[in-house]
């Protein structure tokens, strides 16, 4: 069953949509995105994929065979469709698509602690607070598909952003792990969360829909209600709008009024139901992604591209849980099995289709594809470095070098970006940040990274990103 949700953990249904959107939830109020359309008018988007619990680099894309074996671990290398380039032996479909694939192998923070490291990946910026929590707080600064709700997208009748299945979140915590709302920008531009069924993905279209045409014109006659309700209403002074909410008054001007009308039109167009019905896929194409919540997501995140939607971020979901092994990529024990039994064959089969299929669609020129999780795992298996239950057969957290995947958008496929040292745990050369990591996926999008957004926290003007985008080979 699918939820809709804003702001909160809590479930809507249709009429809550409304209600939410005219509080805040769907905010697309603000910069006209110039450049979110290619060069032949087609709709540029971002698909970033979250793989929570930070996956390891040496056992999946930055093997060292040469290393002793507490190194380079029990997997082997194999060769890939793009020459020179080798992946984990377990990842054999996505092997075949490492042409389209740019490795970017020099990835590196200083943050090893799960929430805030997260932070830092989603949000392109140093955790601002002791890492005490994982959870998120109001001071967190804003996630990228934040900064994207903020920047919003002229005449469209779908939210800026979306994150489906759910928030990444630890198994037992009441909150999401931290850096995946508004934050210190705003509660407001938190970004429209599309949750699946966890037992077997499922999105549940009729939430997003109007029953009947019967329904359609209530909805109508209510809105025109309102409309006379607010034209007999005073006006409100621009200058407390805008001590309310810290910016300018034009920013402020008409935001109520325009999150209304993008609620209400995405239940009368229907556009975000019909891109999550994925009944209306062929079964051949369902069943090469597989029947996994991840593989879902990937399939949902493809169509919401179609749809036109500019940032999709898919968070990791493993539907398998086991004793004392971690449902994400946190393998602090057993870590070949775990991988080789349950997480690589689902990412590999989803990942692998996700990209023939954006390719075969004519979607991936336009189209920016990442993968990362929030850190690595140490060079050596049974190191300890911040989480006392590492045994001899896990990985601890390791930020100081792990890689992410880029495809699409312009990159040229089968190239690596950086490299790592002989046992895989520092960066060598061409050092890449979280905060040059979004730099790229907003230049990608149109958003400058010098863009201006308003900090409730400090009370000044803050710049959407410090990084620079990073200098990869183009197509």
Same mark, same amino acid.
């Given at each position: 069953?699918?939820?809709? #949700?804003?702001?909160?953990?809590?479930?809507?249904?249709?009429?809550?949509?409304?209600?939410?959107?005219?509080?805040?939830?769907?905010? *697309?109020?603000?910069?006209?995105?110039?450049?979110?359309?290619?060069?032949?008018?087609?709709?540029?988007? +971002?698909?970033? !994929?979250?793989?929570?619990?930070?996956?390891?680099?040496?056992?999946?894309?930055?093997?060292?065979?040469?290393? $002793?074996?507490?190194?380079?671990?029990?997997?082997?290398?194999?060769?890939?469709?793009?020459?020179?380039?080798?992946?984990? %032996?377990?990842?054999?479909?996505?092997?075949?698509?490492?042409?389209?694939?740019?490795?970017?192998? $020099?990835? =590196?923070?200083?943050?090893?602690?799960?929430?805030?490291?997260?932070?830092?990946?989603?949000?392109?910026?140093?955790?601002? #607070?002791?890492?005490?929590?994982?959870?998120?707080?109001?001071?967190?600064?804003?996630?990228?598909?934040?900064?994207?709700?903020?920047?919003? #997208?002229?005449?469209?009748?779908?939210?800026?952003?979306?994150?489906?299945?759910?928030?990444?979140?630890?198994?037992?915590?009441?909150?999401? !792990?931290?850096?995946?709302?508004?934050?210190?920008?705003? %509660?407001?531009?938190?970004?429209?969360?599309?949750?699946?069924?966890?037992?077997?993905?499922?999105?549940?279209?009729?939430? *997003?829909?109007?029953?009947?045409?019967?329904?359609?014109?209530?909805?109508?006659?209510?809105?025109?209600?309102?409309?006379?309700?607010?034209?007999?209403?005073?006006?409100?002074?621009?200058?407390? +709008?805008?001590?309310?909410?810290?910016?300018?008054?034009?920013?402020?001007?008409?935001?109520?009024?325009?999150?209304?009308?993008?609620?209400?039109?995405?239940?009368?167009?229907?556009?975000?139901?019909?891109?999550?019905?994925?009944?209306?896929?062929?079964?051949?194409?369902?069943?090469?992604?597989?029947?996994?919540?991840?593989?879902?997501?990937?399939?949902?995140?493809?169509?919401?591209?179609?749809?036109?939607?500019?940032?999709?971020?898919? =968070?990791?979901?493993?539907?398998?849980?086991?004793?004392?092994?971690?449902?994400?990529?946190?393998?602090? =024990?057993? !870590?070949?099995?775990?991988?080789?039994?349950?997480?690589?064959?689902?990412?590999?089969?989803?990942?692998?289709?996700?990209?023939?299929?954006?390719?075969?669609?004519? *979607?991936?020129?336009?189209?920016?594809?990442?993968?990362?999780?929030?850190?690595?795992?140490?060079?050596?298996?049974?190191?300890?470095?911040? =989480?006392?239950?590492?045994?001899?057969?896990?990985?601890?957290?390791?930020?100081?070098?792990?890689?992410?995947?880029?495809?699409?958008?312009? !990159?040229?496929?089968?190239?690596?970006?950086?490299?790592?040292?002989?046992?895989?745990?520092?960066?060598?050369?061409?050092?890449?940040?979280?905060?040059?990591?979004?730099?790229?996926? *907003?230049?990608?999008?149109?958003?400058?990274?010098?863009?201006?957004?308003?900090?409730?926290?400090?009370?000044?003007?803050?710049?959407?990103?410090?990084?620079?985008?990073?200098?990869? %080979? #183009?197509?």
């Amino acid at each position: 069953m699918l939820s809709v #949700l804003f702001r909160t953990n809590t479930a809507v249904g249709r009429r809550e949509l409304i209600r939410l959107g005219a509080i805040g939830g769907l905010s *697309l109020a603000g910069r006209g995105l110039s450049a979110v359309t290619g060069e032949r008018g087609q709709q540029r988007s +971002v698909v970033f !994929i979250f793989l929570f619990g930070g996956p390891s680099q040496l056992d999946m894309w930055d093997m060292k065979p040469a290393a $002793s074996v507490e190194i380079r671990g029990q997997f082997q290398p194999i060769s890939t469709s793009a020459p020179g380039v080798q992946i984990c %032996e377990h990842l054999p479909q996505l092997a075949g698509q490492m042409h389209r694939v740019c490795l970017v192998r $020099s990835m =590196n923070h200083r943050m090893p602690v799960h929430g805030p490291a997260c932070s830092e990946l989603y949000s392109g910026r140093p955790y601002p #607070l002791p890492p005490v929590t994982d959870q998120a707080r109001r001071e967190d600064w804003p996630s990228l598909a934040s900064l994207m709700t903020r920047a919003g #997208l002229p005449s469209s009748r779908l939210p800026p952003a979306i994150v489906l299945p759910w928030h990444s979140q630890f198994m037992g915590q009441s909150e999401r !792990i931290a850096g995946q709302t508004g934050g210190r920008m705003g %509660e407001q531009f938190s970004p429209f969360l599309l949750r699946a069924g966890l037992d077997g993905g499922k999105f549940d279209a009729a939430e *997003l829909q109007l029953p009947d045409a019967a329904a359609g014109h209530r909805l109508q006659r209510r809105t025109a209600l309102l409309q006379r309700l607010q034209e007999t209403r005073p006006a409100v002074p621009a200058a407390a +709008v805008s001590a309310r909410i810290g910016g300018s008054t034009a920013a402020a001007h008409g935001r109520w009024q325009q999150q209304y009308d993008t609620a209400v039109s995405l239940l009368s167009a229907g556009q975000l139901g019909a891109a999550v019905d994925l009944d209306r896929e062929r079964p051949e194409v369902l069943a090469r992604y597989g029947g996994t919540v991840f593989g879902r997501s990937l399939l949902a995140a493809r169509r919401l591209v179609e749809a036109g939607v500019p940032l999709i971020t898919v =968070n990791w979901y493993d539907d398998s849980f086991h004793d004392k092994v971690s449902p994400h990529w946190d393998q602090h =024990n057993h !870590i070949f099995a775990s991988l080789q039994d349950r997480m690589l064959p689902i990412f590999d089969r989803a990942m692998a289709a996700f990209l023939v299929d954006l390719g075969e669609r004519g *979607l991936l020129s336009t189209t920016m594809v990442a993968a990362a999780g929030e850190f690595g795992r140490t060079p050596r298996i049974g190191q300890f470095t911040q =989480n006392a239950m590492t045994e001899k057969s896990g990985r601890d957290h390791w930020p100081h070098a792990f890689t992410a995947l880029l495809a699409g958008g312009g !990159i040229r496929g089968g190239q690596v970006f950086g490299s790592t040292d002989h046992q895989g745990g520092q960066v060598r050369d061409n050092p890449v940040s979280p905060a040059d990591l979004t730099a790229t996926l *907003l230049g990608h999008l149109g958003v400058s990274a010098e863009d201006l957004w308003w900090d409730l926290l400090q009370g000044q003007w803050q710049k959407n990103s410090a990084g620079r985008r990073i200098a990869l %080979e #183009l197509e």
